[in-house]
């Protein structure tokens, strides 16, 4: 249910990117899986180096990839293949990377398709200002609450203020720690 439109929005992006294609042609045949505990995705590479839907038993290629990593996902790829687990055929798993990784849509390319080069380059400009400025209107509300939780309604402990108190904490151990000892002293001097 999910595989189908995935596999079709990869293979939109395959169209336009020949030199993924020619790096899967030389795996046709193969199949790999994508685990992402409990959804399974299975996939094939045809003639034509596009991907394929795939029931396999035996894939040549499984990756695995922990519910708990996804977060990671939003840093992009990279951020995410370290958690990542492989096995199978290494040079097919290689292939899959790296096309996997390389393979971004462009999307101001995709719309000026239909509505030209120069609005879709304003769209896209307009659309990054918007994000940006979503961004920075968060990262503005997170601050202002952290100053509000920390300065006028003290719930949050300021990192200095907490530095401070456990520097006071571990001088005052220590020299409990040195009394204590001279008091030891002094009991087996009586």
């Known amino acids: 249910m999910l595989a189908s439109p995935a596999i079709a929005g990869i293979n939109h992006l395959l169209a336009d ?11 046709a045949g193969r199949t790999a899986v994508f685990q992402l505990s409990p959804l399974e995705i299975g996939l094939g590479i045809d003639n034509e180096g596009y991907f394929t839907e795939a029931v396999t038993t035996e ?11 996804m977060p990671k996902a939003l840093g992009g790829a990279d951020a995410l293949m370290a958690d990542i687990r492989i096995s199978g055929n290494a040079d097919f798993a290689d292939a899959l990377g ?35 400025w979503h961004r920075q209107t968060a990262q503005n509300v997170i601050e202002n609450l952290a100053e509000y ?15 401070d108190f456990s520097r ?9 720690a040195r009394l204590e000892k001279r008091l030891q002293k002094l009991k087996s001097k009586a």
Not at 17 to 27: D, G, K, S, V, Y
Not at 99 to 124: C, N, P, Q, T, Y
């Open 98 to 132: 790296f096309v996997l990784r390389k393979l971004h849509w462009d999307g101001e390319e995709a719309l000026s398709r239909f509505i030209g080069d120069i609005a879709a380059h304003r769209a896209v400009g307009l659309a990054r200002n918007v994000v940006g």
């Open 149 to 163: 939780f920390s300065e006028e309604q003290p719930i949050i402990v300021k990192r200095a203020a907490l530095d």
């Open 17 to 27: 990117a020949p030199w993924a294609r020619e790096r899967l042609m030389p795996f």
């Open 59 to 69: 894939p040549d290629v499984a990756l695995e990839i922990p519910l708990a990593s």
């Open 168 to 176: 006071s904490t571990a001088d005052l151990r220590d020299g409990l």
